[in-house]
């Protein structure tokens, strides 16, 4: 009986190892294949995420910062001229 | 006076309903007679004698089958039953599925009521979804549906740890042979060797889809043994993983993943599929069902499907497949010294897997430039994702700089290919077998 669990396990580890390793060599075959893609994937995400986060976020920020130091000249000027 | 005139109305009326009955029975046919006579209840004092015979107490002691210990046994069960929901809520081990399974074991083992037997529900719920082997699959579906390649195809070396790791389920099926042979009290044969073997798979799904379709009699404590060996993972690793590793090889930085591409991710559950098409299509309902999952998540045009497989679809399956299992945890299947064998095995094989996943690192370290933390080694024993992040813990505990969890989930999705893989090549048993 135990003589059969070692033959199973011979042929079990061999088609476990041999399915792995072929999968190994096919991922990397297909990395290579489709590089191409990936990589104008990855050039269209980084040309996104810039174009979002820089000419959004900094006018909101000036439009508000020289909101606010407006005002608080305008105030001061208001303030000075009264007194 | 007037009491003594309504009193005898009411015996007038009483006589009448007894008068109007007698004829109406006597009129009846035969049949309706016997109908009638069935419906009848014996006097009290019998019908109350039959009750106290019915209650679960009286069925405990003085079982229907006469042996005094099948009464017993089910008290026990219904113990391990509470035992098993206590580490499910206490203790947080595997909730999703000790909840369902420890509720199943109490309700099996519930006498007289017969749940368990052909037509009580749970026995048409385990028929249906276990036997058939139908419900382990969706899960396996679900878990595809949730799981991320990306971490393995960043760093397909990793690949091999999850082979490696496999090591463990079959030095247990050795070691459940060699248990049967040399203890007495215990006996597997070659399926039910198989059957216990994977549960060093570290993998729910798989260990009962094998075990329903080899020898059905052990799923209830293989399943059990798996998930309960699932949860205990952070306890059983670490003491293993700092044992065959220095101190340096801990501290070993690894590199960051490369981004994966979408259309890689695609076309990933397809190779997997026709690899297992060409070369071993005994495992194509496992990791049929684990790619087509996988490929729902990443296609990106059927979200609804995809959140559907992980989220709603996985949790009614878990629930139904958690009471299956339970079902499966009756006193006559469960109280005997298989079981504590299977415990023990399940354990070794636990251990084994994750020696063998650390040494293959080292291994492969030998020959490699980058070197790879051996940590991560450990991962490649399923158990997705507590293995990566016991992976996670330890290499914070060297270095805290070192963050390993991406890197070891590479191994540790490979390990559900791999144990998916070996459960193939030990399905394909029952053809070989002459």
Redesign the interface.
């Given at each position: 009986m135990i003589i059969q669990g070692l033959k199973l396990t011979l042929l079990g580890m061999g088609v476990v190892f041999s399915f792995l390793v072929l999968l190994f060599v096919l991922i990397v075959f297909f990395a290579k294949l489709l590089a191409p893609f990936t990589k104008k994937e990855l050039s269209q995400a980084g040309a996104r995420k810039p174009a979002r986060n820089k000419p959004r976020q900094a006018p909101d920020e000036h439009l508000k910062l020289t909101a606010v130091i407006s005002a608080a000249i305008s105030a001061h000027r208001a303030r000075s001229g009264r007194h | 006076m007037c009491r003594k005139r309504a009193l005898c109305v009411i015996l007038c009326f009483a006589a009448l309903l007894l008068l109007m009955g007698s004829p109406v029975q006597a009129a009846d046919t035969g049949a309706q007679a016997a109908d009638q006579e069935a419906v009848l209840l014996p006097p009290i004092f019998e019908m109350a004698a039959n009750f106290v015979r019915s209650t679960g107490l009286f069925n405990f002691l003085f079982p229907e089958t006469g042996h005094f210990f099948d009464g017993i046994g089910q008290f026990v069960m219904i113990g391990i039953g509470i035992l098993l929901l206590y580490l499910a809520i206490n203790k947080k081990f595997e909730p999703l599925l000790l909840v369902p399974i420890g509720f199943g074991a109490i309700l099996v083992n519930t006498p007289v009521a017969g749940m368990a037997d052909p037509g009580g529900v749970l026995y048409y719920i385990y028929t249906i979804g276990i036997k058939t082997g139908v419900f382990p699959l969706l899960i396996f579906m679900g878990v595809g549906a949730m799981t991320d390649f990306g971490p393995?195809?960043a760093n397909?070396?990793t690949?091999?740890l999850?082979?490696a790791a496999?090591?463990g389920?079959?030095?247990t099926?050795?070691g459940?042979?060699?248990l049967?042979?040399f203890v007495p009290g215990i006996h597997f044969d070659?399926f039910d060797?198989?059957s216990i073997g994977i549960i060093g798979g570290a993998d729910g799904p798989t260990a009962i889809f094998l075990s329903s379709q080899l020898s059905p009699h052990l799923v209830g404590p293989i399943a059990v043994a798996a998930y309960s060996y699932m949860a205990l993972v952070p306890m059983i690793q670490p003491p293993i993983m700092r044992a065959l590793t220095t101190k340096n090889e801990r501290k070993i930085r690894m590199t960051q993943l490369r981004?994966?591409?979408?259309?890689?991710k695609i076309?990933?559950p397809l190779?997997?599929l026709g690899?297992c098409v060409l070369?071993?299509p005994s495992a194509a309902p496992l990791i049929g069902f684990f790619m087509f999952g996988n490929l729902m998540r990443e296609c990106g045009v059927v979200e609804r499907l995809s959140q559907t497989a992980q989220n709603a679809m996985i949790n009614i399956v878990t629930i139904l497949l958690g009471l299956g299992v339970g079902a499966q945890l009756s006193a006559a299947q469960f109280l005997n010294l298989s079981t504590l064998g299977i415990l023990l095995l399940g354990s070794i094989a636990f251990s084994i897997g994750t020696a063998s996943g650390i040494l293959m690192v080292k291994l492969m370290n030998l020959f490699l430039k980058t070197k790879i933390n051996p940590l991560i080694g450990s991962a490649g024993v399923s158990a997705v994702p507590m293995a990566a992040r016991v992976s996670q813990k330890l290499g914070m505990e060297a270095d805290p700089q070192n963050h390993l969890l991406m890197h070891a989930m590479g191994p540790n999705v490979?390990g559900v290919?791999?144990s998916a893989?070996?459960a193939?090549?030990?399905l394909t048993?029952k053809s070989l077998v002459i």
């Open positions: - | 393995l195809l397909p070396k690949v091999l999850g082979a496999q090591v389920i079959f030095i099926l050795i459940a042979l060699f049967s042979e070659l060797a198989a981004p994966v591409g979408k259309v890689e076309f990933f190779v997997v690899l070369l071993l490979a290919i791999g893989v070996a193939g090549v030990l048993l």
